[in-house]
């Protein structure tokens, strides 16, 4: 079974920093793109970030500066590390794993169940 297992998820004041961890198991995921969305209650899912499997990065345009992406592929994970968190960021944060390098949802084809992060004014 594949799967895309998000850890990391929590409640921080605003200004601090927070790491999420994707792990990925059931398949290999070799030349795939990998990244991370966001929904916030009552909103529509927003592209936070993606890594191709050269390690090359792009980023919304909310978290650009704020946020960074990794991957080791050795042990099957990406990473989303946050800074300077801010109220607005307060959304489930999904790991995606797709083909092509996009910031349309629909690029990705295996979605993670999503982790909470919740900040604090």
């Known amino acids: 079974q594949v799967q895309l297992v998000e850890s990391g998820g929590g409640l921080v004041q605003a200004g601090g920093s927070l790491r999420l961890s994707c792990t990925a198991r059931?398949?290999?995921?070799?030349?795939?793109?990998m990244g991370w969305f966001r929904q916030a209650p009552g909103k529509m899912r927003e592209f936070v970030g993606g890594?191709?499997?050269?390690?090359?990065?792009y980023y919304g345009n909310s978290v650009k500066d704020r946020f960074t992406v990794s991957s080791d592929h050795a042990k099957n994970t990406v990473d989303l590390q946050m800074f300077l968190l801010k109220p607005e960021d307060t959304a489930v944060y999904y790991c995606?794993?797709?083909?092509?390098?996009?910031?349309?949802?629909?690029?990705?084809?295996?979605w993670g169940q999503g982790t909470h992060v919740t900040v604090s004014s």
């Open positions: 995606v794993a797709g083909r092509i390098i996009s910031h349309s949802e629909r690029a990705f084809e295996y």
């Open positions: 059931g398949r290999s995921f070799d030349g795939y793109v």
């Open positions: 890594i191709t499997w050269e390690s090359n990065t």
